[in-house]
């Protein structure tokens, strides 16, 4: 049995992410999720500030992603944003990594569990257990 390793894809989001660099951003995305099994991380260390644009590209970049067998997975969130995005709900959508060379690097381990949707399987979330 051979396994197939397919590229993964690092982009940086845009600074602002107003609803038009919005859609410019996602028709460049396109290119790069058209494929089998996309993988794909999104450094958002630009991102200034994650409002719903963002927020909502994010989701999109995510669905066309799921559609074809792959993943969208998040690097490089600043503390602010990672807020926002508790707040709504969306980090339990995706893994979050410290770095990208860490968000690259897990698309080539196994995963541990049948979806990694739902929960963030540790990814370099501290954890907050109280004595």
């Given at each position: 049995?051979?396994?197939?390793?397919?590229?993964?894809?690092?982009?940086?989001?845009?600074e602002k992410l107003n609803?038009?660099?919005?859609?410019?951003?996602?028709?460049?995305?396109?290119?790069?999720?058209?494929?089998?099994?996309?993988?794909?991380?999104?450094?958002?260390?630009?991102?200034?500030?994650?409002?719903?644009?963002?927020?909502?590209?994010?989701?999109?970049?995510?669905?066309?992603a799921l559609k074809r067998?792959g993943d969208v997975k998040?690097?490089?969130?600043?503390?602010?944003?990672?807020?926002?995005?508790?707040?709504?709900?969306?980090?339990?959508?995706?893994?979050?990594?410290?770095?990208?060379?860490?968000?690259?690097?897990?698309?080539?381990?196994?995963?541990?569990?049948?979806?990694?949707?739902?929960?963030?399987?540790?990814?370099?979330?501290?954890?907050?257990?109280?004595?």
């Open positions: 049995m051979s396994i197939r390793m397919h590229a993964v894809a690092v982009k940086q989001l845009p609803a038009k660099q919005g859609r410019l951003f996602f028709e460049e995305m396109e290119s790069w999720v058209n494929v089998d099994h996309p993988r794909i991380v999104l450094d958002c260390s630009r991102v200034q500030p994650m409002d719903r644009s963002a927020m909502h590209l994010l989701l999109c970049c995510l669905e066309e067998n998040l690097a490089r969130i600043p503390e602010d944003a990672k807020v926002s995005l508790t707040q709504m709900g969306l980090l339990r959508l995706f893994e979050v990594f410290d770095t990208n060379a860490d968000a690259v690097e897990s698309f080539h381990r196994p995963r541990l569990h049948s979806s990694s949707h739902g929960n963030m399987h540790g990814a370099h979330q501290p954890s907050t257990n109280a004595a």
